[in-house]
């Protein structure tokens, strides 16, 4: 009777357990472009499944909202390629930190994520409860390497996935353990997405391709 018992409370258990979000992320027009300079975007080439990047000495992003139901999400898989690269650069300084892919994950916590959502990136990426990791192909760096950002100072780091280079690869992170080694504590809600590429510092031109981006 225990044996059958115990068997039954863990069916109930899985029944009412909440089911675990994964799913294909889509590059559609729910990704934004945003431009940093009047002068200097990248172009990107939304094919569902896939992003294409051309940037011609540029700097620009793509960003979209996730939705709440993803908002747990702690880990993420893509593939990426490069065929023309920039220059290994130092990521770790301003103004001469270009790579040729780098991917967003913007974190907030709950309430915050709530009372915010609909916000331009460039709102987000300045908000004091923000938590960005920005995973990289490029620079100078060791596959591993975890770097303060720039840019967002203690809000966000850079994780260096690939070295300056051409070639493909296929990636698969966790989320929930980067986060805390890079910030301390339990990761707090996946709200969005973005995708860069950033030739300017170093008058450079890249040619890439992101596919089969998928968060769980």
Same mark, same amino acid.
């Given at each position: 009777m225990r044996i059958v018992l115990s068997a039954a409370l863990a069916a109930l258990t899985c029944l009412s357990a909440p089911a675990a979000w994964s799913a294909p992320v889509s590059f559609d027009e729910s990704w934004k472009h945003q431009r940093f300079s009047l002068f200097s975007r990248n172009e990107y080439a939304r094919r569902g499944g896939a992003l294409d990047v051309a940037s011609d000495g540029a700097v620009s992003l793509l960003y979209r909202e996730l939705p709440q139901s993803a908002w747990r999400a702690s880990?993420?898989?893509?593939?990426?390629? $490069?065929?023309?690269? #920039?220059?290994?650069?130092?990521? +770790? =300084?301003?103004?001469?930190?270009?790579?040729?892919?780098?991917?967003?994950?913007?974190?907030?916590?709950?309430?915050?994520?709530?009372?915010?959502?609909?916000?331009?990136?460039?709102?987000?990426?300045?908000?004091?409860?923000?938590? $960005?990791?920005?995973? #990289?192909?490029?620079?100078?760096? +060791? =596959?591993?390497?975890v770097l303060d950002s720039p840019y967002l100072g203690a809000r966000g780091k850079t994780v260096v996935l690939r070295g300056a280079g051409t070639g493909e690869a296929r990636e698969s992170v966790d989320l929930a353990a980067d986060y805390a080694r890079a910030f301390g504590g339990q990761a707090t809600s996946l709200v969005g997405l973005a995708v860069s590429g950033d030739s300017d510092d170093t008058d450079s031109a890249i040619r890439a391709r992101i596919m089969g981006l998928q968060v769980r």
């Open positions: 880990g993420a898989s893509w593939s990426w390629q $490069v065929s023309q690269s #920039v220059p290994p650069t130092d990521l +770790a =300084r301003k103004g001469g930190d270009d790579r040729n892919l780098a991917l967003y994950f913007v974190f907030l916590p709950e309430a915050e994520a709530e009372r915010v959502a609909g916000s331009r990136v460039t709102e987000l990426l300045s908000n004091d409860a923000v938590r $960005v990791l920005v995973y #990289v192909w490029g620079g100078e760096h +060791a =596959r591993g390497a």
